[in-house]
């Protein structure tokens, strides 16, 4: 994560998209890492930024990525009826 954050740059510079996909890339890395809260934390991020936006392939990635080690996220992801 400190490469991550040593390069950040303003979001309002980053396209929506490349927010959304460099939040679940995070969250798969920290999942790897047995980092489940921060995990969890930027699959959210990613879920936030893609629903706003309607990316819904951003939320497909997210779900893909976190289904089996933090199933409350695909609860999250999944449209409101």
Do not use: N
């Amino acid at each position: 994560m400190t490469l991550v954050e040593r390069h950040r740059m303003p979001s309002t510079m980053i396209p929506p998209q490349w927010q959304a996909i460099l939040q679940v890339i995070v969250g798969e890395v920290l999942l790897t890492r047995a980092e489940t809260w921060q995990a969890e934390t930027a699959f959210r991020s990613a879920i936030v930024i893609a629903g706003a936006h309607r990316l819904s392939h951003q939320i497909q990635r997210t779900v893909r990525g976190s289904a089996r080690r933090l199933p409350a996220l695909t609860e999250l992801a999944l449209p409101r009826r």
